[in-house]
C-alpha cells in the first residue's frame, strides 16, 4: 500500500485500500476448498460389508474377462468369515449389479460369482464414465470398504432422472459423493487399471494420496490385478495374504466330462466294429474267395447240409491232401489255403448237384423237399 501512496494519499483514501485489501482477502480465502476428507484406516478384522464397483465403460472391454475373474477370486478370497459382497457396475448410469450376499455361505457365493461373470459392458448414452453415479450407488449400501476399479477419468455426471452434465469437471461431483462416504468411516480404495498416468491425481481425490495403500495401479493382467484385490482383502481381514482362502475350483465342467464320455463310447463302438468285420486271408487265391462267397447263397439251407457232408466223407484227409505238397517243398504257409480249396471245391459242386437235382444232395432221394 506504501508504494500505491508514494505520490501522497489522505488519510481517506488509505482507509478505501485498507478495506479493499481485506475484502480481496475475504474472497481469497473463502474460495479456497475445505480439505477432502480423509481415507479412514483399514478396519483389519472381518466381517465387513465390501462393495465393488467397476467401471465398465466401452474403454474397459479389453480388460473385462480379467475383470470378471479377478472378482470372482476376490469373493473366493473373503468366503473365509461372513463377509457380505456387493457389486455395483457404472458407465453412463450406475446399476446395482449383486446385491450383498453373505459369501461365507457357499450357494450365496457361488449365485455372486454367476452375477460377477453375467455383467457386461454399457454402451448406452454415449458410453460415458460416470464415477459419481457408481459411488453414489455405493454409498446407498453403507458400506465399510469400497473398492473402486477404473481405468481412466470421469466424463459426465449426474444421473438419468436429472440428466447428465457433459463437462470437463465432471470429477468434483464424485468428489463430494467420496468425502461424504469418508466422513462417515467408509473406506475407499482405488484400483486404477491400465490408468494413465495423467489421470492418477483424480483416482487419488476420491480415494487418498498413498500409493499401494489408498490406491493401487495394476497392469493389464488377471494376475496383477489378483494380486492387489489379495492384498486389499488381506488388509480388510488383518490376516496375511497366505492365510486368506484360495481361488475355488468353479462349477463341475458338466459339458465337457459328458463330451469326453461320449467321445470314448464312439471309439469303443468303432473298435468293436472293425474287430468283428470279416477279414479275407491275403494268401488265399481269387478262387478260393469267391468259392467262399458261393457258399453265402441265401437258398441253401442248413437243413441241406448233412446230405452234402456225406458227399464229401470220401474226401482225401488233411494229411493226404498235405503230403504231396510237402514231398513237393511247398511252403507251409501254403498248406492251409490248398486245403481250403480243395474242402471247398467239392463242397461248391456237391451243392450245384444238389440244385440240379432239385435240393437234394442225392440224385436217388425224391426232389419234394422237407415237410
Not at 441253401?300 to 446230405?307: A, H
Not at 470220401?314 to 511247398?330: C, F, I, L, R, Y
Request: one cysteine or more.
Amino acid at each position: 500500500m506504501r508504494h500505491v501512496c508514494a505520490l501522497g494519499c489522505g488519510p481517506g483514501v488509505r482507509g478505501a485500500l485498507s478495506a479493499i485489501t481485506i475484502a480481496l482477502l475475504a474472497v481469497l480465502v473463502g474460495a479456497v476448498p475445505a480439505a477432502a476428507a480423509p481415507n479412514p484406516g483399514w478396519p483389519a478384522q472381518c466381517p465387513q460389508r465390501v462393495v465393488l464397483v467397476l467401471d465398465l465403460s466401452e474403454s474397459i472391454d479389453p480388460y473385462l474377462p480379467e475383470v470378471k475373474k479377478s472378482a470372482s477370486d476376490l469373493v473366493d478370497a473373503l468366503r473365509g468369515a461372513s463377509n457380505e459382497v456387493a457389486v455395483v457396475t457404472f458407465g453412463s448410469y450406475a446399476t446395482l449389479a449383486a446385491p450383498l450376499m453373505n459369501v461365507g455361505n457357499e450357494a450365496e457365493r457361488r449365485q455372486l460369482k454367476d452375477l460377477i461373470y453375467d455383467v457386461s459392458l454399457t454402451f448406452g448414452d454415449g458410453g460415458g464414465t460416470n464415477w459419481q453415479a457408481g459411488l453414489s450407488e455405493a454409498a446407498a449400501l453403507n458400506p465399510g470398504i469400497v473398492l473402486f476399479l477404473t481405468d481412466g477419468q470421469p466424463t459426465v455426471s449426474g444421473s438419468p432422472s436429472s440428466g447428465y452434465l457433459d463437462s470437463e469437471d465432471s470429477l468434483s461431483p464424485a468428489v463430494q459423493v467420496a468425502d461424504s462416504m469418508r466422513g462417515s468411516g467408509t473406506r475407499i480404495v482405488g484400483l486404477g487399471m491400465g490408468l494413465e498416468p495423467e489421470y492418477v491425481p483424480n483416482l487419488v481425490q476420491v480415494t487418498g494420496p498413498v500409493p499401494d495403500d489408498d490406491y493401487y495401479q495394476t497392469g493389464t493382467d488377471a494376475h496383477g490385478l489378483l494380486d492387489k484385490l489379495y492384498d486389499v482383502a488381506s488388509k480388510t481381514c488383518g490376516i496375511p495374504v497366505a492365510a486368506l482362502p484360495q481361488p475355488g475350483g468353479g462349477e463341475f465342467p458338466v459339458l465337457p466330462v459328458i463330451g469326453a464320455v461320449v467321445a470314448a463310447v464312439l471309439l469303443a463302438v468303432l473298435g468293436g466294429f472293425l474287430k468283428s468285420r470279416p477279414k479275407s486271408d491275403p494268401a488265399s487265391p481269387p478262387s478260393v474267395r469267391r468259392k467262399t462267397e458261393k457258399l453265402k447263397d441265401p437258398s441253401i439251407r442248413l437243413s441241406d447240409l448233412p446230405p452234402i457232408a456225406a458227399n464229401l466223407s470220401s474226401a482225401p484227409t488233411e494229411d493226404a491232401v498235405t503230403q504231396p505238397a510237402d514231398e513237393a517243398g511247398t511252403a507251409a504257409r501254403d498248406a492251409p489255403s490248398s486245403r481250403r480249396a480243395l474242402s471247398l471245391d467239392r463242397l461248391n459242386r456237391a451243392i450245384d448237384d444238389q440244385r440240379s437235382h432239385g435240393g437234394s444232395a442225392n440224385p436217388q432221394e425224391p426232389t419234394g423237399g422237407h415237410p
